[in-house]
């Protein structure tokens, strides 16, 4: 089955500086990417996702960024503001019959201003 | 009109007792799932129904149940709970299968003690 590596685990940034996470999947036949953002205390929400038949996808200051061939992808937010603190989620999964989507451990951003 | 609505928010309970979470999404969506959040945030599905069919069973122990009356509704219930079940279980909805986006719940902290 799917597995997906996520890292780092902590990632503590300076306001307006840029924060990036990455992750790598195990299961070449996976075709989306979702990221998922979850406030202290509340539920996951997508924030970007990416199909395979894309390199690159961007919403503001958000992008994602996937490589099919290394089996990995990224999250990069520029500018980055105290809100953005939270802990941040990869996920991998097969769009076709039942999705399962497999996450990663997530990873806490803290934006210190 | 909260999209994914769990309830309880919380339930503290004894081991080897037995409790229900209900969840109901006005969303009009056909595919339900329920998540279990351990401690360290690791984020892990446990099933999936669609249109009250189960899709995904995953490796669950037959202590928990869920139960689909109609598409619009995914109640999970837990026999003998044990201390490892203590978790926030979170209930999600997609349009369809294969369709990507989660629309997560607010999720039900279960504590067993």
Redesign the interface.
């Known amino acids: 089955g799917e597995n997906v590596e996520q890292h780092p685990s902590t990632l503590s940034v300076q306001e307006g500086d840029s924060a990036v996470i990455k992750c790598t999947y195990s299961d070449s036949a996976s075709n989306?990417f979702?990221w998922y953002k979850?406030e202290l205390g509340?539920?996951?929400?997508?924030i970007i996702?990416i199909r395979s038949n894309v390199g690159e996808k961007k919403d503001q200051r958000i992008a994602v960024t996937l490589n099919k061939t290394a089996k990995h992808f990224s999250l990069h937010i520029t500018e980055t503001q105290p809100e953005d603190s939270a802990?941040y989620?990869c996920a991998a999964s097969l769009?076709?019959?039942?999705?399962?989507?497999?996450?990663g451990?997530?990873t806490?951003l803290t934006i210190n201003p | 009109d909260t999209a994914v609505s769990q309830t309880p928010k919380y339930l503290v309970t004894q081991m080897g007792n037995d409790k229900s979470i209900k969840c109901e999404q006005n969303l009009g969506h056909d595919?339900m799932y329920w998540y279990k959040q351990d401690s360290?945030?690791?984020?892990?599905?446990m099933f999936?129904y669609?249109n009250k069919e189960l899709?995904?069973n995953?490796t669950v122990p037959n202590r928990f149940s869920p139960k689909s009356p109609d598409k619009a509704h995914l109640n999970l219930h837990i026999n003998s709970l044990e201390l490892g079940d203590s978790a926030v279980y979170?209930c999600a909805s997609?349009p369809w299968?294969?369709?990507?986006?989660?629309f997560?719940?607010?999720?039900s902290r279960l504590t067993v003690l």
């Open positions: 989306y979702p979850q509340k539920r996951p929400q997508l996702d802990v989620f769009i076709q019959g039942a999705q399962k989507l497999v996450f451990q997530g806490r | 595919t360290k945030k690791f984020l892990k599905i999936s669609n899709i995904i995953e979170f997609s299968l294969g369709t990507g986006e989660l997560f719940g607010e999720g």
